[in-house]
């Protein structure tokens, strides 16, 4: 998040990897991120690295600052 999206380290509250349990691929694609930010403490951003790039996957809640549109 840091070095990809160009966060500072402050700005990241929590990081919490998970596997995704709708895949059956134990690999490290089927990890999700999870991210939270610290003007966002509530709020959860869902990530995946595929091929060395960083994909945001979602979020939760009504979350509005740390929304990637690029997808």
Same mark, same amino acid.
Do not use: C, W
């Given at each position: ?35 939270? @930010? ?5 709020? @959860? ?27």
């Amino acid at each position: 998040m840091i070095k990809e999206k160009g966060y500072q380290k402050d700005d990241i509250l929590k990081v919490e990897s998970k596997i995704d349990p709708k895949g059956s691929d134990k690999t490290a694609s089927n990890y999700v991120v999870e991210v939270m @930010f610290s003007d966002e403490p509530t709020i @959860f951003y869902m990530y995946r690295v595929e091929d060395g790039k960083v994909y945001q996957l979602g979020h939760s809640g009504s979350a509005t600052k740390h929304v990637d549109l690029a997808k």
